[in-house]
């Protein structure tokens, strides 16, 4: 887990290294098997995933769609100029502050 940037939410949030996005994934999915199962999809289907994201971060997360997209990996390095992630792993620029990515 690590505190990144997330271009989604404005803010600083904990992101899931490659190890910890695998299990949220494995819980991601059986929420989406229960929400299958009961015929709606409301958070508390997910509560293994919220679970295990707040207590890995320390968070008080109560939306599994955030989750989805706070994966490490989803995201580039971060911009050598300001600090923030780059939106993707092949970004050529920083739409923060507009730094050229270095080659
Ligand atoms: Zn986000
Ligand atoms: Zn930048």
Same mark, same amino acid.
């Given at each position: 887990?690590? =505190?990144?940037?997330?271009?989604?939410?404005?803010?600083?949030? /904990?992101? *899931? @290294?490659?190890?910890?996005?695998? =299990?949220? %994934?494995?819980? *991601?999915?059986?929420?989406?098997?229960? %929400?299958?199962? *009961?015929?709606?999809?409301? /958070?508390?289907?997910?509560?293994?995933? *919220? @679970?295990?994201?707040?207590?890995?971060?320390?968070?008080?997360?109560?939306?599994?769609?955030? =989750?989805?997209?706070?994966? =490490?990996?989803?995201?580039?390095?971060? +911009?050598?100029?300001?600090?923030? /992630?780059?939106?993707?792993?092949?970004?050529?620029? +920083?739409?923060? +502050?507009?730094?050229?990515?270095?080659?």
């Amino acid at each position: 887990m690590k =505190i990144r940037y997330c271009w989604r939410c404005r803010m600083d949030v /904990p992101m *899931l @290294d490659s190890e910890e996005g695998k =299990i949220a %994934s494995k819980l *991601l999915a059986e929420g989406f098997q229960e %929400s299958k199962r *009961l015929k709606k999809h409301v /958070p508390e289907n997910f509560k293994k995933l *919220l @679970d295990y994201y707040n207590g890995l971060t320390g968070f008080e997360e109560t939306n599994p769609n955030a =989750i989805m997209h706070h994966f =490490i990996n989803l995201y580039g390095p971060d +911009c050598e100029n300001c600090g923030k /992630p780059y939106r993707t792993e092949t970004a050529t620029f +920083c739409p923060k +502050c507009g730094n050229k990515r270095k080659g």
